[in-house]
């Protein structure tokens, strides 16, 4: 099984630049989503989906714009990179979300630079 | 914001003994759940306990929460070296989307970093 998969794992962009991070579960999973993580900050939610063609708004969607045209895949679209998105990536899906099946499986995250 | 703040931020001990990791949070949740994460590596789910329940065990976890204080505290028993990761906290409280719908907004703290020593 391989669960979650996020690619890439590292990835360097120039300000102003755009990139699409990648997220793909393989569990038939409703619910995905997308945090970041900053040193002293834990894991904020970027953007949540609850099935194919839903999405909405975590606490810091900012800058981040996210589609879902399939159960399986959940896409991050930086669409221009500020050195303040200098962040480690984490996808988490959940059968039916956190407050009804509870337990979240995570990928290992992506670890994005911007300069 | 954050929702739980987890007390103490570093904790360092010997193979053998216990390690206990507080959470505190602010508003009423549905669930709360624990996560570890290893360095470098996502994080993996360890336990949830739910509004209603008070205690919970899995092997060398026991969980305890307690709504009148709108706290939590993960005990591992018998640490080992393999322990050594970070210890998240995670509130779940209903949120409705634009849909009023409720999937649930799981929010995380800062973490304890366990340090376990052979």
């Known amino acids: 099984n391989a669960g979650v998969t996020q690619t890439p794992k590292f990835q360097v962009l120039k300000t102003g630049q755009s990139m699409t991070l990648q997220c793909a579960q393989d569990?038939?999973?409703?619910?995905m989503s997308w945090y970041r993580q900053d040193p002293g900050m834990g894991l904020r939610l970027i953007h949540y989906s609850v099935g194919a063609g839903i999405t909405d708004q975590g606490e810091v969607p900012n800058g981040y714009n996210v589609s879902r045209s399939t159960t399986e895949d959940f896409p991050l679209r930086l669409l221009s990179a500020a050195p303040s998105q200098t962040s480690v990536y984490f996808c988490a899906s959940s059968l039916r979300g956190p407050l009804y099946t509870g337990e979240l499986f995570f990928g290992e995250g992506s670890r994005l630079t911007v300069l | 914001s954050q929702q739980g703040e987890e007390d103490p931020q570093a904790l360092s001990i010997q193979e053998g003994e216990n390690a206990t990791m507080n959470c505190s949070y602010k508003?009423?949740?549905?669930?709360l759940q624990w996560y570890r994460q290893n360095s470098g590596r996502g994080l993996v789910h360890l336990i949830l306990i739910r509004s209603n329940e008070r205690e919970k065990h899995s092997g060398r976890l026991r969980v305890t929460l307690d709504t009148s204080k709108k706290s939590s505290s993960l005990l591992i028993t018998a640490s080992r070296a393999a322990d050594t990761a970070s210890y998240f906290c995670?509130?779940?409280?209903?949120?409705?989307?634009?849909?009023?719908?409720?999937?649930?907004?799981?929010?995380f703290g800062q973490g304890t970093i366990l340090t376990v020593h052979p």
């Open positions: 508003t009423s949740i549905n669930n």
């Open positions: 995670a509130t779940v409280r209903s949120l409705f989307n634009a849909g009023g719908t409720s999937y649930g907004k799981l929010t």
């Open positions: 569990m038939n999973h409703e619910y």
